[in-house]
């Protein structure tokens, strides 16, 4: 048996990782004495379980004294639901009512779409210099990721860093709902990389238990996916 000693905190992180790689399949092998029967599946387009991402809300953006990458992840989320809402409700609503002949009041609500395009824009956007310097990890650090927010989103009307926020390297993202100040300094790298250690892979592949055992196998197909 092959033993390591590990750091509380980073063996915390690690672990924290694993079972979010081994989550991503689309449903949990039966542990149950049943099966979900066909009226318990998910309806995924008649196929009954399918790889898909469902998210269930009430809208809870999240500010706190010190904001990191979850928070952004969390907001981020909240922006794309807001962009369905307004769509949804209010786009495709009033647009039926016009075709209808129907007397109504234009509703003036906020576009988020400026929001959306800071976080995910391709190439410049939030994310994408995030992956950026997560693929050139041993050069790239927290702090390289700020100065390269401020050098590309800087100008965008939906960011603020000033010189605090700079010193700090803290930046600012206005989003539908009000502002959030994030931290680069709180490990945006490392929580996007997302590392786990592969022995603990292993410890689930050994356990007794046939859930820990079934993470452990969907872990280790994330891990040889990497």
Known sequence: RQQQQQNP??????????????????????????SPSSSEAVDSGGSGYDSFIGVLDIFGF????????EQLCINFCNEK????????????????YEREGILWSFVDFPDNS???????????????????????MRTASDDS????????????????????????????????????????RT??????????????VDLLLTSKARLMRALGQRAERSMNQM
């Open 81 to 96: 639901l807001q962009q369905q809402f307004n769509n949804f409700v209010f786009t495709l609503e009033q647009a039926e």
């Open 9 to 34: 905190q980073k063996g915390k992180k690690r672990q924290k990782a694993l079972f979010k790689r081994a989550s991503v399949e689309p449903r949990m092998p039966d542990s149950s004495p049943r």
């Open 145 to 184: 990721y700020a100065s390269k927010l401020y050098e590309f989103c800087g100008s965008h009307p939906r960011f603020r860093a000033g010189a605090v926020e700079k010193r700090e390297r803290h930046f600012a993202v206005r989003h539908y709902a009000g502002e959030v100040l994030y931290d680069c």
């Open 114 to 136: 400026e929001c959306l395009e800071l976080i995910e824009g391709r190439h410049k956007g939030v994310f994408a210099l995030l992956d950026e310097q997560c693929v050139l």
């Open 187 to 200: 490990g945006f790298l490392e929580k996007n990389v997302d590392k786990f250690n592969p022995l603990f």
């Open 62 to 69: 999240e500010s706190f004294a010190v904001n990191s990458f």
